[in-house]
């Protein structure tokens, strides 16, 4: 099972970009990695997924490294409203079988004014 | 847009007694998952269907069961419960395919056992 370390919380100004790393050492060699933000009494969002190199749309970019031990999911000019806990989740579902599937622990991300 | 639904936004109950907790979703997923979410812990993976009357275990089972009679419904069944599942519980669906893929999330159910 890949192990994912995320930061705890990191804070923010409005305007800024601000990038979320997420270290994953022992993922596999067929695990995907996914970005989710979640805000109070609400269930996950899906933000990005990604599993090489960059991947980007209208809300993020998600850099992952040659070596795939890590992954930086970027928010490009944050505001108030990404104030929220930022979730990444590495692991591979195949037919039958999400037991790889593992959450990190979130990072709460406060934007300041 | 697809939706999940939890039958209970919260839940008050009993130890020992029996808990259902109901999820939904609309869009014919063929994968719908029930976590559960603490402080500090994330979120873990009590149970997965990947089809009608299938079903895997996850990281943390002990405790629970589920059901799924239909395609549409993903039932995860306390049968006595206990204050350490004191929690949110979280249900999902995704269509199969490649990696994690995108799952959609119900808004939780906080179930609190006195």
């Known amino acids: 099972l890949a192990k994912t370390t995320q930061p705890i919380s990191m804070d923010s100004y409005e305007g800024q970009e601000v990038n979320i790393t997420c270290s994953h050492n022992n993922i596999a060699t067929n695990d995907y990695i996914t970005w989710y933000q979640q805000f109070p009494s609400q269930g996950p969002r899906f933000i990005i997924q990604g599993y090489k190199t960059k991947v980007t749309n209208e809300v993020a970019s998600l850099f992952i490294p040659a070596d795939r031990k890590s992954s930086t999911l970027s928010l490009p000019r944050v505001s108030l409203s990404d104030t929220a806990v930022y979730y990444c989740l590495v692991g591979l579902l195949s037919s039958g079988s999400a037991r790889q599937l593992t959450f990190g622990s979130g990072t709460q991300l406060t934007v300041l004014p | 847009d697809v939706k999940v639904t939890q039958s209970s936004r919260y839940l008050v109950k009993r130890t020992g007694e029996k808990v259902f907790l109901e999820c939904v979703q609309d869009m014919d997923h063929e994968n719908m998952f029930w976590y559960r979410q603490d402080p500090g812990l994330g979120l873990r993976l009590i149970y997965f269907?990947?089809?009608?009357?299938?079903?895997e275990k996850g990281d943390i089972p002990e405790g629970y069961s589920v059901s799924r009679e239909k395609k549409e419904r993903f039932s995860l069944i306390l049968e006595s419960a206990s204050t350490n599942q004191t929690s949110m519980y979280l249900c999902?669906?995704?269509?199969?395919?490649?990696?994690?893929?995108?799952?959609?999330f119900g808004p939780g159910t906080r179930l609190t056992v006195l």
């Open positions: 269907s990947y089809d009608v009357k299938m079903k």
């Open positions: 999902a669906s995704t269509l199969p395919g490649q990696g994690a893929n995108e799952q959609f």
